[in-house]
């Protein structure tokens, strides 16, 4: 079915246990060795929500959110106590947590990951449920905030400002791009810009400086690469992360999941206290 973006009651789920789990086939040979092979390369997620149930009103939020998702059809969101953000729980969220990659210079779209290190090894994990309105990300680790988040996915993705090719100098010892009006304040030496829809200019250019021409109303951008075409023609894009440059963020995260089960068998224990089995699995999805 859909997935219902709304999360397990966090009463109950704070009590649960649960973690990841992944599987392997074990062979033991007639001399006692083992062959083992791990049928997984990530783990899945599953938990056990009933310890979470401490009180009748918990039993009656879990019975309104069971019929929300029908049992098994929807998926949702589950907070994982023990792991739902991009640093130690215990700690507080920082743009610098996670490494995500470096930028090319023109790539505008980066999936949230979380590192799991343990001594010289690690494992990385795709984050594609983050927690609306708690990421936070920097480029080289300076904070940035000219970027939007998708929550159903996990990917960011850098607005770019964008801008006409009005004029161009190429020689060797001069090359500059000019855009109308004055931006000197919005280029940052030192980072990328990209050029595309040009007749031979396309591609990455590192910004050297940035002079406004106030006779011709136009900001010259001057790069460090040699500008190979002539013709005026394409578009500056300018935002992005630049070539070789660190992209880092901060969030917290859910686990996208769903109940293991169609029933929900509620045993009245006393007055006002209640016990009910309610299993809870992860929704794999793509890991690269």
């Known amino acids: 079915m859909s997935f219902i973006d709304t999360r397990f009651p966090v009463t109950i789920s704070f009590g649960s246990t649960g973690g990841p789990i992944?599987?392997?086939?074990?062979?033991?040979?007639?001399?006692?060795?083992?062959?083992?092979?791990?049928?997984?390369?990530?783990?899945?997620?599953?938990?056990?929500?009933?310890?979470?149930?401490?009180r009748m009103s918990d039993v009656e939020d879990l019975i309104a959110f069971f019929h929300v998702v029908l049992g098994r059809a929807h998926t949702f969101r589950w907070k994982d106590w023990g792991d739902y953000k991009s640093c130690k729980v215990d700690s507080d969220v920082a743009n610098t947590d996670q490494t995500l990659t470096a930028g090319d210079g023109e790539t505008v779209d980066f999936q949230l990951k979380k590192t799991y290190s343990f001594g010289a090894a690690s494992r990385v994990r795709n984050i594609t449920k983050p927690v609306s309105g708690t990421v936070v990300m920097a480029v080289n680790g300076a904070s940035v905030t000219n970027f939007t988040v998708d929550t159903d996915t996990g990917i960011v993705t850098f607005t770019q400002s964008t801008w006409a090719v009005t004029a161009l100098e190429a020689s060797s010892s001069n090359d500059f791009f000019c855009i109308?009006?004055?931006?000197?304040?919005?280029?940052?030496?030192?980072?990328?810009?990209?050029?595309?829809?040009s007749t031979g200019n396309d591609g990455v250019y590192t910004v050297f400086s940035t002079v406004y021409d106030d006779g011709n109303s136009r900001t010259e951008i001057h790069?460090?690469?040699?500008?190979?075409?002539?013709?005026?023609?394409?578009?500056?894009?300018?935002?992005?992360?630049?070539?070789?440059a660190v992209v880092t963020a901060g969030y917290e995260f859910d686990v996208h999941a769903r109940l293991e089960t169609d029933e929900l068998p509620v045993t009245l224990q006393g007055y006002k206290t209640g016990e009910v089995s309610v299993p809870v699995i992860e929704i794999k999805e793509d890991e690269t």
Request: no cysteine.
């Open 22 to 54: 992944y599987k392997t086939s074990v062979i033991s040979m007639r001399s006692g060795r083992e062959k083992r092979n791990a049928e997984w390369a990530y783990p899945r997620h599953e938990y056990d929500a009933s310890s979470g149930v401490k």
């Open 180 to 197: 109308a009006g004055d931006h000197t304040g919005d280029i940052v030496n030192g980072t990328s810009i990209a050029i595309a829809g």
């Open 223 to 244: 790069v460090s690469e040699q500008i190979p075409d002539v013709t005026v023609d394409g578009s500056v894009k300018y935002g992005q992360p630049s070539d070789g």
